[in-house]
Nanobody
Framework: QVQLEESGGGLVQPGGSLRLSCRATGSISTINIMGWYRQAPGNQRELIATLSAVGVLNSPDSKKDRFFISRDNSAVYLQINALKPEDTAVYYC?????????WGQGAQVTVSA
């Protein structure tokens, strides 16, 4: 079993930066994909970025200018710069290994003056 725990969410002013962290515990493979999704109220969950253990990045072009993902084997991080009110959402950590998908409980990020 795998558990994911996010941290680093909160209230940020527009233009500010934030770093989210997610630590995985349990039976973690050395071959996995970790990443971040987000879900705003009334919207579907959307991909921000995933990064495999060997460094393969999957991220929409629209997310590559302000969202930066990094990781080690058991943790993944998301640096968000120049935050906008529309970035307000619950940010979910994600891990996939051996055909199984795991989600964290979510970290609320609110961008407001």
């Amino acid at each position: 079993q795998v558990q994911l725990e996010e941290s680093g969410g909160g209230l940020v002013q527009p233009g500010g930066s934030l770093r989210l962290s997610c630590r995985a515990t349990g039976s973690i493979s050395t071959i996995n994909i970790m990443g971040w999704y987000r879900q705003a109220p009334g919207n579907q969950r959307e991909l921000i970025a995933t990064l495999s253990a060997v460094g393969v990045l999957n991220s929409p072009d629209s997310k590559k200018d302000r969202f930066f993902i990094s990781r080690d084997n058991s943790a993944v991080y998301l640096q968000i710069n120049a935050l906008k009110p529309e970035d307000t959402a619950v940010y979910y950590c994600h891990l996939r290994q051996y055909g199984n998908t795991y989600w964290g409980q979510g970290a609320q990020v609110t961008v407001s003056a």
